[in-house]
Structure formats: structure tokens, C-alpha cells
């Protein structure tokens, strides 16, 4: 199971929004999850190879955040917002350069080819 916190899946409801093989390695691929735009990022050889996060970048108001560049900050896994460059935790969305910009988070998993996320 593709879970930090294996507690989640218990009282979690999870939704199939594409194909593992639709993710590509070390980018990310947009999907439309509930009525919003959600950035998949795929990093094979971590530990949670699957990391959703909120596609619109909170400053620039754009979708643009599945087209940044993926890196780590002090062992922090981030992406860089395109427009901006500030730094997200791909873990809890949080900003590292600014703490009143954060962005959503779900859980997420690949269950027999499958990517979920929960709700």
C-alpha cells in the first residue's frame, strides 16, 4: 500500500482518477478529481512513490503546479511553482519561503494498476 499513514485507508473513500501507467517518472500529470485540478507526482524510489497536491499555485492564481520542477529542500520533497519558484512540500503542501501559502494534499495510492486518491 502506497500510504504514509496506514491509518487513512481504513476511514478513507478513495476515487480511481487514471492508470499508473499514465504517471510519468520524476514529473507530474494533471488530473480532475472532485471538481479540481490535482498534480500527481511520481518519484520511483521513494518510499510513497504517488504525491498528490492542488494544481493551482495560491500566489499566481494558474494551474501550473503539475508543469514544476521537483527537487528537495534540506531532505524536504518539493516542487517549485513555475511562475514564482516557491518551494511546496510534496508531503503536506506547505511553502517553505512563505507560511501563509500552503497547498492541498491527498492521500494516494496504486492499487492493481490503478492511481486513487481518497477523500
Given amino acids: 500500500m502506497n500510504l504514509s499513514n496506514a491509518a487513512v485507508a481504513k476511514q478513507t473513500t478513495w ?4 492508470q499508473a501507467t499514465d504517471l510519468v517518472a520524476d ?6 478529481h472532485e471538481g479540481a485540478q490535482v498534480a500527481l507526482f511520481y518519484l ?3 518510499d510513497q512513490a ?6 493551482r499555485d495560491p500566489r ?5 503546479i503539475g508543469r514544476g520542477l521537483l527537487g528537495s529542500v534540506q ?10 519558484k ?3 512540500s510534496l508531503r503536506d503542501g506547505r511553502c517553505l519561503e512563505d507560511a501563509g501559502q500552503r497547498l492541498r494534499v491527498w492521500p494516494v ?3 492493481a494498476g490503478q492511481v486513487e486518491i481518497g477523500q
Fill in 15 to 18: 476515487q480511481a482518477v487514471c
Fill in 27 to 32: 514529473s507530474g500529470v494533471v488530473v480532475w
Fill in 44 to 46: 520511483p524510489g521513494q
Fill in 50 to 55: 504517488v504525491y498528490a497536491i492542488d494544481n
Fill in 60 to 64: 499566481s492564481g494558474a494551474n501550473i
Fill in 75 to 84: 531532505d524536504e520533497l518539493v516542487v517549485a511553482a513555475p511562475l514564482y
Fill in 86 to 88: 516557491q518551494h511546496f
Fill in 109 to 111: 495510492r496504486v492499487v
